[in-house]
């Protein structure tokens, strides 16, 4: 995992000239969509695409970081996915709804309706999707919706990035996400636009260091917290600083981002690159998605 370059505001408890609190779980239910809200007649939530069932290569055995090793197969049940990163549009009907607080600090460069959301932390990430009666994707999930069964090294497959499939490669002082949608050519296998590039996005799951080395790497699962720790102590022991890349091991349990930013270089948009945080950090260059249970027929 390369590092993810960070100009981040950690996410202080709120005082009472700060961001809203957090929303009453009676006022979030009554404000929430429907379950079926968007659903259309072909059976397919609004939005999203499905990512079939099926056994996929996680992982990878040679390059990267030695936290996206070994190659292994996962199977995962089918599963629906935002086609694109929830947008500033998308995001501000939760706000406006009182069920998501806004995000960070605003800034000119990120602010159009179709760019993705940024400068929002994990637990906000949760709250929107919640309230959209859906959940953050699983990491695995994320890059099975990348890879599908060929174990392509990006989301189009094995040629490098360009500006075409994806934003890449700009100044974190000066550059900025296209609206979403904006690179049809680095589409991933089943339809899904911006999987690479754009924006980092906060996955469900606690990182973990080995988690490809445990027993349940074959239904892409993580330790628990408590192991992840154990885990995180032990490399530290072993002076495997760079196990998970660049950033440092963490101390706790960090959250998961997928996917790459616009501020990163092209081979750190890989399939298999695996990034972590602390889940209060809000960020220029991470936003998230949001994915739903399988609950009728594919389209």
Not at 38 to 43: A, E, P, Q, R, S
Not at 140 to 162: F, H, I, L, Q, V
Not at 273 to 282: E, G, K, T
Request: net charge negative; hydrophobic share 30%.
């Amino acid at each position: 995992m390369l590092v993810l370059l960070v100009s981040c505001q950690k996410d202080h408890a709120p005082s009472h000239d700060a961001a809203p609190a957090e929303p009453e779980a009676a006022a979030l239910e009554a404000s929430a969509p429907a379950d079926d809200a968007g659903v259309l007649d072909d059976g397919g939530p609004e939005g999203m695409l499905f990512v079939p069932p099926g056994t996929f290569t996680m992982g990878a055995d040679r390059g990267g970081e030695e936290d996206e090793h070994p190659a292994h197969d996962v199977t995962l049940a089918g599963f629906w996915l935002d086609r694109t990163p929830v947008t500033n549009a998308a995001y501000a009907k939760c706000v406006d709804a009182h069920a998501c607080r806004p995000s960070g600090p605003r800034d000119a460069r990120f602010e159009r309706p179709e760019q993705p959301v940024v400068k929002v932390n994990w637990d906000d990430a949760k709250a929107y999707c919640a309230w959209a009666g859906k959940r953050l994707p699983r990491e695995a999930e994320y890059e099975r919706a990348m890879r599908d069964d060929d174990a392509r090294k990006y989301a189009w497959g094995n040629d490098p990035p360009t500006p075409e499939r994806a934003a890449f490669g700009r100044s974190l002082d000066a550059g900025a996400p296209d609206d979403v949608g904006s690179h049809p050519a680095g589409r991933g296998p089943f339809g899904h636009d911006d999987l690479a590039g754009e924006v980092w996005e906060w996955c469900a799951d606690d990182y973990d260091p080995i988690a490809y080395r445990r027993s349940t790497a074959d239904r892409g699962i993580p330790g628990t917290c408590a192991q992840i720790m154990k885990t995180e102590d032990e490399l530290r022991d072993r002076g495997e600083e760079g196990f998970t890349g660049s950033n440092p091991i963490p101390r706790g349990c960090d959250r998961v981002l997928r996917g790459g930013g616009f501020n990163y270089d092209g081979w750190g948009l890989r399939a298999t690159n695996r990034v972590h945080h602390p889940a209060h950090y809000r960020m220029l260059m991470a936003g998230f998605r949001c994915s739903r249970d399988e609950r009728s027929k594919t389209k």
